[in-house]
């Protein structure tokens, strides 16, 4: 377990199984080092195609975690107090052991109470946003504003225990005065097994186009019962590392030194524990205590990455004290008092800027809180796309503006409509006011949640994700200044991120594309040489990183890319829902929308090793997301000839396009998900249908049917494009060859994999032509090595290891270039620069080098290299 935490922790994993080794309903038992049962629940994620088992999924709520835990065939440890579901027919009841929730199917409040024991701790838990219907533009527009409430759908209950219970709620955002509603969303609330904590998954849906209806506040807001005294009740803020700014709502220190309550009496309210009776006090404060103020509200806002500011005042009409600013909170808060209260955590607080946490009405009978994942106080969200067209009002026009830029516009295109965010927030319910000490160990939670992963020897054996990856091994001096490169790309962009901020609540996760070596920055404002959206792979390139090692750095920041590219890249309303968009100055601008980068093949690791409910609902999403050729031309520019959509002949590409649908349909179909045999059925037919074309995955021309999955016959054509394999073809053609025993269709792919860094002459004698002047011949590389482990054939495994070492175009990276970064001086911020790296051909080299180790690492050349 990632930074094994120091209270309570419940975490949830998967484990992968090597083919035919693990029946379908096989039960499992956990035990820690001690060789001690530890309470755990099972299911499946996955099986073969032979019905065995290939993703099971566990979750665990461990009241001491420990280093580590063994996996075992076997009935599994009950807990003591498991966690429970009780449905009723307006409503349903959690339970847990230690806190009890009360979850309404219908209304605003998607919880209505909480429970501790038989005390009330909080109540009222409802979604709000605040709408704005238009934009200032300058200083002196002053717009109204509304308020929207959740409203209530669907609630069903995904599990119900022993050990985690799971509710998804569905509904929109209303409004009681203006009739109307917006913003779907979906939560769901996670309970673990004698746990005091309620985890919530906050998705969103964007459904306006970004010219009006403007979010100016995202949140989710309770109240929470004061039952103490004023000088018993407490507010508490964790900020950067472990500070924490901790104060009663009555505060009795500091007061004039000749009339303090007493020693004993200041430390009580300073630790957070019941004051006793004022009678006992020094008399003059305990007969002055009218005379105190009560400091009822709180606000800590984080309206950028690297400053938040703690304010306070007495009540609503009365001036607002500053408390203290900082950099980077933590997104930790409580208040309550020494008879219980409620702390209440957002993750990614200042990554996700501008982000706030605010008290209200803590000195009445109730505080209200609200966890906004907007801040209200920072400008609404501007939505809107960023220039007027240019003048790009034909295609021809914006094939020449994208020349120029990089930058595929059309009008209309650049709409958020379906855009959506995920976000992650814990609720405690406590019964008193916490120590700092266990404040610090929440706030470290809702920073890094407690992750268990399998160790890389496992991840490895299972033989799962196609077998493209194997552990570090630095034992080759060649290997060695590889695994150094790799090293140096990863640390790159971990140094990036930092110093060119890329943070934000719609950019946290993305990198960028291009670097601008004129002005030592990132082209931020040059078309699609902005943010990345997963352009050639990135999101491939770090998790099978991670897998290979099993480095906390590597998961997170791939768990941050696969939030943002999922979310944020891909569209889950509209017309176009199932469809991402091309890389771009804003993420959803560029008008290619693509099944490219809204590829399963992105999102399934993080979900296999996870078990993410959110992440599976995006996977199966795009199960049916072809459809979108009926209603989007991908080739509308291009195409010379004319072109209706028929549902019986598509002009589906059967490179980019066809590998991201088969990573979708593979995906439900080892699901067991309910289109499993419609998806299965296509599957199998496509990878029949090209199998059987004339020159296989190189075949141009070939048309697709809609209801049978299938390309139909074609004469013998040769297309080959440098973005065929780089958008995740390679890996899920090694995935399905390791699954399905379909010789044909293995035999098309190593075609592909043998002509791609082939000569001319010798793509011709096999298919009739030759495929011109291709590029990201480094990338392929990786191709040349799978080629020469599934044929045994060393003359591909020496190709691979030449076109990989010393790649034949001069803008990919040579094993003996340079390998570093300068620092920059003329830049805004103190920053590092290395203008040779361009993040596609990162994600290529990475990726190449990742496979090439795995499939021929036994094949590398002699010659080591005297780089520095």
């Not at 072109?643 to 991201?660: E, R, S």
């Not at 080892?670 to 296989?696: D, F, H, T, V, Y």
């Not at 054509?717 to 073809?729: N, Q, R, S």
């Not at 570093?820 to 051909?841: E, R």
Request: net charge negative; aromatic share 10%; glycine share 10%.
């Amino acid at each position: 377990m990632e930074g094994k935490p120091g209270g309570p922790a419940a975490s949830t994993w998967g484990t992968p199984w090597p083919k035919g080794a693990v029946a379908a309903d096989q039960a499992f038992t956990l035990v820690d080092a001690a060789g001690t049962a530890v309470p755990v629940q099972s299911w499946p994620l996955a099986f073969w195609p032979d019905g065995s088992l290939k993703w099971s999924a566990h979750a665990i709520a461990a009241p001491s975690p420990a280093d580590g835990y063994t996996l075992r065939h076997g009935t599994a440890c009950v807990p003591a107090t498991p966690v429970t579901v009780t449905e009723h027919e307006d409503h349903l009841d959690v339970e847990t052991g230690l806190i009890r929730a009360r979850i309404r199917r219908s209304g605003p409040e998607v919880i209505s109470h909480v429970w501790r024991d038989d005390t009330e701790v909080a109540r009222g838990v409802r979604l709000v946003t605040v709408r704005q219907s238009g934009i200032d533009d300058d200083e002196e527009g002053v717009i109204a504003r509304d308020r929207y409430l959740s409203e209530i759908q669907n609630v069903v209950v995904e599990q119900s225990g022993p050990v985690r219970a799971v509710v998804r709620i569905e509904g929109t955002h209303a409004s009681g005065t203006r009739g109307d509603s917006w913003l779907p969303f979906t939560l769901r609330l996670y309970f673990s097994a004698g746990t005091e904590s309620i985890r919530m998954m906050h998705t969103f849906v964007v459904d306006r186009h970004g010219q009006d209806g403007h979010i100016a506040g995202l949140g989710v807001r309770l109240r929470v019962p004061m039952r103490d005294a004023a000088y018993d009740r407490h507010v508490r803020f964790v900020g950067e590392g472990h500070g924490m700014m901790a104060e009663a709502v009555k505060g009795i220190t500091g007061l004039n030194f000749t009339r303090g309550p007493g020693a004993d009496v200041r430390a009580a309210q300073v630790a957070g524990t019941a004051l006793p009776a004022p009678d006992t006090w020094n008399h003059r404060v305990a007969e002055g205590l009218g005379h105190l103020p009560e400091w009822g509200d709180y606000t800590l806002s984080q309206l950028s990455a690297n400053g938040y500011t703690i304010r306070k005042r007495t009540e609503k009409g009365y001036s607002w004290i500053p408390v203290d600013q900082g950099g980077r909170a933590s997104g930790l808060g409580y208040v309550g008092g020494a008879s219980g209260g409620l702390a209440f955590g957002l993750r990614d607080f200042w990554q996700r800027h501008p982000t706030q946490l605010d008290i209200r009405g803590a000195h009445t009978e109730e505080a209200e809180v609200t966890v906004w994942l907007w801040s209200p106080e920072a400008e609404p969200m501007d939505l809107r796309f960023y220039h007027d067209g240019l003048g790009q009002d034909t295609h021809r026009a914006q094939l020449d503006g994208l020349a120029l830029t990089h930058e595929d516009y059309e009008p209309g295109f650049g709409t958020p409509y379906g855009i959506a965010r995920t976000s992650e927030l814990t609720f405690w319910a406590l019964a008193a006011t916490p120590s700092g000490e266990r404040l610090v160990e929440m706030a470290d939670q809702v920073r890094t949640p407690p992750q268990l992963i399998n160790p890389v020897g496992h991840l490895v054996a299972a033989k799962v994700f196609g077998g493209l990856f194997a552990p570090v091994d630095a034992g080759h001096p060649v290997k060695n200044e590889v695994e150094e490169h790799l090293d140096f790309l990863f640390a790159y962009y971990r140094s990036q991120v930092e110093e060119r901020h890329w943070y934000g609540f719609w950019h946290h996760g993305d990198v960028m594309h291009s670097f601008d070596a004129d002005r030592q920055v990132w082209c931020y404002d040059v078309g699609g040489h902005a943010w990345t959206n997963s352009e050639f792979s990135p999101d491939l390139w770090l998790w099978y990183a991670f897998l290979r090692s099993g480095r906390a750095d590597l998961f997170r920041f791939a768990e941050a890319m696969t939030r943002h590219t999922g979310e944020v890249d891909v569209y889950h309303l509209g017309p176009w829902a199932g469809l991402g968009t091309r890389h771009g100055v804003t993420h959803w601008g560029d008008s290619c929308k693509q099944h490219r980068i809204s590829n399963a093949i992105y999102r399934r690791i993080f979900y296999y090793l996870t078990a993410d409910e959110r992440t599976g609902d995006l996977l199966r999403e795009l199960v049916d997301s072809e459809r979108t050729f009926l209603v989007l031309d991908p080739g509308r520019k291009i195409r010379t000839e004319p072109y209706v959509p028929d549902p019986a002949a598509l002009h589906i590409g059967v490179c980019t396009d066809w590998g991201a649908l088969a990573a979708a349909w593979f995906t439900e179909w080892e699901r067991n998900g309910p289109q499993a045999e419609a998806a299965r059925r296509k599957l199998l037919a496509g990878m029949e249908s090209i199998a059987a074309l004339p020159n296989g995955f190189i075949q141009a021309g070939a048309r697709y049917d809609l209801a049978t999955g299938r390309f139909a016959a074609a004469a013998p054509d040769v297309f080959v494009l440098h973005l065929g394999a780089i958008f995740g073809l390679a890996e899920i053609c090694a995935e399905l060859i390791d699954a399905i025993d379909m010789p044909a269709f293995e035999a098309a792919w190593l075609q592909y994999c043998r002509l791609y860094n082939a000569t001319p002459a010798e793509q011709a004698a096999e298919t009739g032509a030759d495929f011109g002047d291709l590029i990201c011949k480094q990338g392929h590389a990786r191709l040349d090595a799978y080629a020469a482990a599934r044929l045994a054939d060393d003359a591909y495994a020496a190709r691979a290891w030449r076109t990989f070492l010393t790649p034949p175009l001069p803008w990919e990276y040579a094993h003996d270039r340079d390998w570093s970064a300068t620092k920059v001086d003329n830049t805004l911020n103190p920053s590092s620069g290395a203008p040779w790296v361009y993040t596609p051909f990162s994600a290529l080299f990475a990726l190449s080098a990742i496979q090439c180790l795995a499939l021929i690492g036994d094949k590398l050349p002699a010659r080591h290299s005297t780089s520095t």
